[in-house]
């Protein structure tokens, strides 16, 4: 008699049963994941089929024993309709009962990315070192063009920079303790920086030595190697004590440990090796065991250290200890099945562009070193065709302050390190706009070493070296064409666009509202949006990146007060560190449309609100974009009792002008004239101040000041909020004209620029 079988529900925060009738499919073969049956020791069986009865023989296909909840099939299945079922395995090998059925439809031309299965995965993998990057027959070849010409592929400069300062810096102590073991942000940083460093002259030295044959260099990697595997696994650089500084650690262990592999001695490989397996244990078990991202894939370093630390690590390790197959073949699984939770098929990362890139700065080069190494090309799937978009729509080239999540490099434009993830995806994928992306970011960002967020993170002429080998060089091709209305649907993120390719007359608007609500590195700011034009932030991102976890960060950044949004009766959206709470402060893109005179976006925010104002009906905003040339906010806010309204918006300077219905922001490039042309509860109440209300003071010392306008409306039920935004050139003085029409159920508001006259309408209160 077989046993019944527990199906929980999923949830916001947890993985769900895929492919449905309701999910269409992206790729063939369809990705299955389902809710775990039991927390331990859990394995199961998976049919599908194109009988609903799932009938044997050749309609039926059976994966047997799968060690987790997810499963990537190792073949492309025929157009057509389809059903799924799956069973837990029992220790005592018999199975449970089958769980409910659930059907989907594979369309013909979708992108075919099987895995290939565990069995015989690694089979034509060669036990040789290195295998980190080059393999030998790769190696020879390479090395026998740098001898050639030492400036192939930039090794000159790689050599240079990267390789020779390593010979005579002495090694870097083992980081030590925090005081009394409490985080302190300088110390962390300051640790995790020098684990950095010690990355660098492991992997740069062991790679020059190798490919140059080098004796003098091969002695100094070996010194900087066993140096660092003498640190003690269990102290500062632990997993649990510093993440970011035990991946750095682990990483330099594998590239040392790899490439230096037939110049150890048996006793330097063995202590090298167990002192790697060790770091790579502490990592793989707090991702699969701890962290379960199989179960809750919402953890962004988890999910990092995939790429980081468990790629390298159990590459180099593979044959030689048995744990690195298990935790390689979860990794590649996960790769292709879960992989991203932050986005999907349009490419989009709802935790932001700097997460966007520190995110695809590893996992690029882990699924570099995958494929040559194994022949696995995860790089073919859907979302890596497509992602370079997402910086280039939401974080271009010239903008400052004006994209949504943590930013490390605020008051910055975008850094190189983005820069270089972009240029991978014009080799992957020949796009011309993303080369074009990575060479004005290079025109920008001239010192990158002088910045933690780029130094601290890559080593440029390393990755040029790789990339130049790897991928073939992509002609720019400004983005004179692209898209001026940009949905993507995969995290809620719509961006308006006109002459990106002209900085000096680039408009930009960026507006959000996203199912992932407030979780890890975004905030509370469903329904807002930013503005950039003219080379200047005009309606910005307000606050200072001090380190996550600050009051700065956790008191401000975070908080809808800081957004060009609302807030009811001074109360704005979730942005806590309850998981549960943050991934139900969710904001909906309820309508993107490309009208013949203006380009329309309409967002939902009440659920992010709910929480701190659960009278909370019904939040609303619309914006209209018209002519390229002005922009038309329109609020609706309907609530179950009588509240006040702040309506906000954050600028880099004092704002200038404060009168009436009417503000002016005046920039060194831009100004942006602000009127509030119509308001159902009477005028507003127009103020402009600065500062960083509640921020710890002690964090405040030598930071600009930032200052924001509030237009406060009179207490009602029912609000409904107009506002008329002019961005501007700084030489320019100019207005739109507009009037008010409400004889009927609405109120119809007419703006004219140009010769051309407009209309929004807007529902009354009643």
């Known amino acids: 008699m077989t046993s019944p079988l527990f199906e929980p529900m999923s949830g916001a925060l947890t993985v769900q049963y895929e492919p449905n009738e309701k999910t269409p499919l992206l790729e063939n073969p369809p990705r299955f994941t389902w809710m775990a049956a039991k927390l331990d020791r859990d394995r199961y069986v998976l049919q599908v089929s194109t009988s609903p009865d799932f009938s044997e023989g050749e309609a039926t296909y059976t ?50 990315t099987p895995l290939p299965s565990r069995n015989g995965r690694f089979a034509h993998t060669s036990a040789a070192h290195p295998r980190l990057w080059l393999q030998a027959d790769r190696l020879e070849a390479f090395r026998g063009k740098v001898l050639e010409d030492n400036t192939y592929c930039g090794w000159d400069l790689f050599y240079e920079k990267s390789v020779l300062p390593w010979t005579v810096r002495p090694l870097i102590a083992e980081p030590l303790p925090y005081p009394d073991h409490k985080r302190v942000p300088k110390l962390w940083r300051q640790m995790y920086m020098d684990c950095q460093e010690a990355l660098y002259a492991v992997k740069h030295l062991s790679v020059a030595a190798i490919v140059l044959q080098d004796e003098a260099l091969l002695a100094k990697a070996k010194e900087w190697l066993l140096h660092v595997a003498s640190w003690d696994t269990e102290g500062p650089t632990a997993r649990d004590y510093n993440d970011e500084a035990a991946f750095r650690v682990a990483g330099a262990l594998a590239w040392g440990y790899d490439w230096l592999y037939d110049s150890l001695t048996g006793d330097e490989l063995e202590f090298v090796r167990s002192r790697l397996l060790r770091r790579t244990e502490q990592v793989a078990f707090h991702v699969i065991e701890r962290s379960k991202i199989h179960h809750v894939p919402y953890d962004s370093h988890a999910v990092r250290s ?22 390689l073949d979860y990794t590649l699984e996960y790769y292709s099945a879960l992989y991203t939770p932050w986005g999907g098929i349009d490419g989009g990362w709802a935790e932001g562009p700097m997460y966007w890139t520190t995110g695809m700065a590893f996992v690029t080069e882990a699924l570099s070193l995958i494929k ?73 960002d001239v010192d990158p070493d002088s910045k933690f967020y780029n130094y601290g993170w890559w080593d440029f002429r390393f990755d040029d070296v790789a990339f130049r080998h790897d991928n073939p060089h992509v002609e720019a091709v400004p983005p004179t064409d692209i898209e001026p209305l940009k949905w993507f649907r995969d995290v809620g993120w719509v961006a308006m666009h006109d002459h990106m390719e002209s900085p ?47 009051s700065m960060h956790l008191d401000w950044r975070r908080q809808t007060r800081s957004k060009n949004s609302i807030l009811i009766d001074g109360l704005g959206q979730y942005a806590g560190n309850n998981k549960a709470l943050s991934m139900e402060a969710i904001g909906i893109v309820e309508a993107v449309e490309k009208r013949p005179d203006c380009r329309y976006v309409r967002m939902n925010a009440t659920p992010a609100y709910r929480e701190h104002v659960p009278y909370l009906e019904r939040y609303l905003r619309e914006i209209y974009y018209f002519g390229s040339s002005y922009f038309v906010i329109v609020d609706y806010v309907d609530l179950s009792q009588a509240g006040t309204i702040d309506w906000l918006l954050h600028t880099m300077k004092p704002i200038a002008h404060v009168e009436g219905n009417h503000a002016i922001y005046e920039g060194k490039k831009a100004k942006l004239d602000i009127r509030f042309v119509y308001n159902s509860s009477g005028s507003v109440e127009l103020s402009a101040f600065t500062g960083f209300d509640g921020v710890n003071a002690a964090e405040l010392a030598g930071l600009e000041m930032h200052s924001h306008l509030r237009a406060r409306t009179a207490p009602a039920r029912r609000h409904r909020i107009a506002a008329l935004l002019v961005p501007m050139r700084a030489s320019e003085s100019r207005y739109v004209p507009y009037f008010m029409d409400d004889q009927d159920h609405g109120v119809h508001l007419y703006f004219t620029d140009g010769g051309v006259t407009s209309k929004v309408e807007v529902l009354k209160a009643y």
């Open 504 to 550: 000096d007359d680039h408009i930009m608007l960026l507006a959000k509202a996203s199912k992932y609500g407030s979780i890890s590195h975004s905030h509370g700011d469903q329904g807002s949006f930013l503005l950039h034009a003219y080379g200047e932030p005009l309606a910005t991102h307000s606050g200072h990146y001090l380190a996550f976890g600050t």
């Open 306 to 327: 995939l790429s980081s630390v468990l790629v390298p690590c159990c590459i180099a390790l593979l044959g030689e200890e048995a744990a690195a197959t298990d935790w």
């Open 372 to 444: 040559p190494f194994c022949g696995i090309d995860l790089l073919a799937r859907p979302f890596f065709t497509k992602t370079g978009d997402f910086p280039l729509y939401c974080y271009p080239p010239g903008t400052v302050r004006s994209s949504f999540g943590d930013m490390s490099n605020l008051g910055e434009p975008p850094i190189l390190k983005t820069g270089f993830n972009i240029r991978h995806f014009a080799g992957l994928t020949g796009n011309g706009w993303y080369q074009w992306y990575f060479e004005q970011v290079k025109k920008t």
């Open 63 to 112: 994966a047997d024993s799968l060690p987790y909840n997810f499963y990537t099939p190792d073949r492309a299945l025929e157009p057509g309709s389809y059903w799924w079922r799956y069973a837990l395995l029992e220790d005592s090998g018999d199975r449970s009962e089958w769980s409910q059925v659930r059907s989907f439809i594979v369309p013909a031309d979708l992108p075919e």
